[in-house]
């Protein structure tokens, strides 16, 4: 019965370990995730800019400002109709090349959550500040 209850416990203790572990993988990652949220995207510097069309770029950031700047429902579906209609249509840019900018701009990365969904919880005032600043590092 010892044995039985020392196995036990070494397995409980193991599991827990291994439980720890998962949580704190879990919460670096999402501040990670977060850190989007609590910084500038571009402040750092231009790392993110190293792999950009500067010209091209330019022009999507300038577009999306003048879409994006008379809006008054600042959600995700106008956000998305707006650009859509002024880089994808306006600019005549295929979608999966139309919004490569403006998500650089938006969470200073090339890969990031959500772009009208991340715009929506940043608010107009902040995305437009960042889209903004990336036409004038560019």
């Known amino acids: 019965a010892r044995v039985a209850q020392s196995r036990r416990r070494i397995v409980t203790e193991r599991h827990k370990r291994e439980l720890r572990r998962a949580r704190t993988d879990a919460w670096i990652e999402a501040i990670t995730a977060l850190e989007t949220w609590l910084r ?12 950009i069309d500067r010209e091209p770029a330019s022009v999507h950031a300038r577009a999306a400002v003048e879409a994006l700047d008379p809006l008054e429902d600042f959600t995700a579906e106008p956000i998305e109709a707006a650009l859509r209609e002024a880089i994808v249509e306006g600019l005549d840019i295929k979608p999966r090349l139309a ?10 990365e090339r890969i990031s959550p959500p772009l009208f969904e991340s715009m929506e919880l940043l608010g107009r005032e902040s995305s437009l500040a960042r889209l903004e600043l990336l036409k004038a590092v560019l």
């Not at 500038?40 to 792999?51: E, H, V």
């Not at 919004?99 to 200073?108: D, L």
Request: overall charge negative; hydrophobic content about 45%; proline content about 9%.
């Open 40 to 51: 500038d995207a571009l402040a750092g510097g231009d790392a993110p800019l190293l792999n």
């Open 99 to 108: 919004f490569g900018p403006v998500r650089t701009a938006v969470s200073g």
